[in-house]
């Protein structure tokens, strides 16, 4: 079973807590391993100076050619990224496509004050959600569900680190070749 790849491409150096806990609860939602990708090599092009945020299609992009090529890999930044329609996004998956993005920058609020548990719990979910997309999952309607769409980091937290049952069998119907 091809693996999923998580790929650090920050610019301060990997918090190895943060990547472990990512990488359990990815293993956990999609059933595969999940291996360290490592490279010192950074998306830099994908930085809009005007912006001051990275464009999370250009990363995408990139993570396909220089990233392992096979499996689905997963890039965790610290960077702040953005897509042209909006201020700002957590991340971005591929739909159906080997290549996610989730970034730490607009997640740590509050963090310093309620402790790093909190950082550790909203990437994880937000790690599943960019991968839910890259294995073909569309937003969920359910609230808690992982897949459920966050406006903002109060939506990141009322969620659950795990797929709900509908998108679990959903998964399991894009998994198999099933009606889509
Ligand atoms: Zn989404
Ligand atoms: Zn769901």
Redesign the pocket.
């Known amino acids: 079973m091809d693996p999923i790849f998580i790929w650090w491409i920050g610019e301060a150096a990997p918090d190895r807590a943060l990547l472990d806990h990512a990488a359990l609860h990815l293993g956990r939602a999609f059933g595969r391993p999940v291996r360290e990708w490592s490279s010192p090599e950074r998306p830099r092009h994908a930085y809009d100076p005007k912006r001051k945020q990275h464009l999370s299609g250009a990363i995408l992009k990139w993570l396909l050619e220089a990233g392992p090529g096979a499996g689905k890999v997963l890039g965790v930044t610290d960077r702040d990224l953005f897509i042209p329609i909006l201020t700002y996004v957590f991340?971005?998956?591929q739909l159906g496509g080997g290549a996610a993005v989730v970034s730490i920058a607009r997640l740590l609020e509050d963090v310093e004050l309620i402790g790093p548990q909190l950082l550790l719990e909203r990437l994880a979910k937000e790690a599943v959600?960019?991968v839910?997309?890259a294995f073909g999952l569309l937003?969920c309607a359910t609230p808690v569900c992982v897949?459920a769409?966050?406006s903002g980091v109060r939506n990141v937290d009322e969620k659950k680190p795990e797929l709900c049952s509908e998108c679990r069998r959903r998964l399991e119907e894009l998994q198999t070749g099933g009606p889509r």
């Open positions: 991340g971005e998956g959600h960019e839910g997309h937003h897949m769409r966050s």
